[in-house]
């Protein structure tokens, strides 16, 4: 049968990338992100959109897609797929955005790194629906939305018919939700690339969910990373919504002094674990 996340970590020390992905071109925050993180992984990438700032030689800059810069963050799913192609000798790919904090110590707890690793259901839609765009959800109905998925619907795997039906009890759905983390194993690596450059006009949540629910053949191969979105909450009490089983908080200002301190905190807390866990240093 399929070995289990705790098993697999004992048995070798699994090669992650972590690609941090910068929808602005807010650099001078890298040193602090790659300290941050460093002690879980030894290899990290950041990213930005071509035209943000030639000044920074760590950050790669790839074309977010067609649309114009300034809503580039809904295209950040072409550069990660980027990343990734660029980068094919890791075990996984862990995407992030530099306004996430990342609790490491739970993660590399509890990431199975076989599995296809996204974040929970927020709704789904009929890829035919004839929606009001006065009530319906902005991304559903804007030039980036159904109509794209449309427009790719010939290019669209036979199988992903198949995973619409067993997923969401739908033949011709999507799904959406925030997309500012996850992971992409090796093994669907490929696949994930594809559906991405298949989606690379539609917004990032609504392609990421579909390459992260239909690449994996069954539902066993996916695991759902439990974090926070704070989206509507007050800013100012961003800190008092974290616990200690989430993998992540979004969104986070790592410009905050207390942001930085916290963050510190609780990644110093546990790094003493981090070299005998799933992702450590080669």
């Given at each position: 049968?399929?070995?289990?996340?705790?098993s697999l970590h004992?048995?070798?020390?699994?090669?992650?990338?972590?690609?941090?992905?910068?929808?602005?071109?807010?650099?001078?925050?890298i040193p602090f992100i790659r300290g941050l993180y460093e002690p879980a992984f030894q290899h990290i990438v950041f990213i930005g959109g071509k035209g943000s700032s030639p000044s920074h030689p760590e950050v790669t800059l790839y074309n977010f897609g067609k649309y114009p810069q300034k809503i580039m963050g809904e295209f950040q799913h072409v550069a990660i797929a980027q990343a990734i192609a660029d980068h094919p000798n890791y075990d996984?790919?862990?995407y992030t955005a530099d306004d996430v904090f990342i609790n490491t110590p739970r993660l590399v707890s509890v990431l199975d790194p076989l599995k296809m690793g996204t974040t929970?259901?927020?709704f789904k839609e009929s890829i035919f629906s004839k929606l009001d765009p006065k009530t319906a959800w902005y991304h559903w109905v804007n030039m980036y939305g159904l109509e794209q998925v449309k427009k790719a619907l010939p290019c669209f795997p036979k199988k992903a018919f198949r995973r619409m039906r067993e997923m969401l009890g739908c033949e011709m759905c999507v799904v959406s939700h925030a997309a500012d983390f996850g992971y992409i194993p090796k093994r669907f690596a490929n696949d994930f690339i594809r559906w991405m450059f298949i989606l690379r006009n539609v917004m990032n949540e609504i392609a990421i969910p579909a390459g992260t629910r239909f690449v994996p053949e069954q539902n066993e191969d996916i695991q759902f990373l439990n974090g926070l979105y704070t989206w509507g909450k007050s800013r100012e009490n961003t800190l008092s919504f974290f616990k200690e089983d989430l993998l992540f908080l979004h969104p986070v200002k790592f410009s905050d002094e207390k942001m930085r301190m916290f963050a510190t905190n609780v990644t110093n807390s546990a790094n003493s674990?981090?070299?005998?866990?799933?992702i450590c240093r080669h």
């Open positions: 049968g399929r070995q289990n996340s705790t004992k048995e070798r020390c699994w090669n992650i990338l972590l690609i941090v992905v910068f929808n602005e071109p807010y650099y001078k925050l996984g790919y862990v929970y259901l927020s674990t981090l070299s005998s866990l799933s």
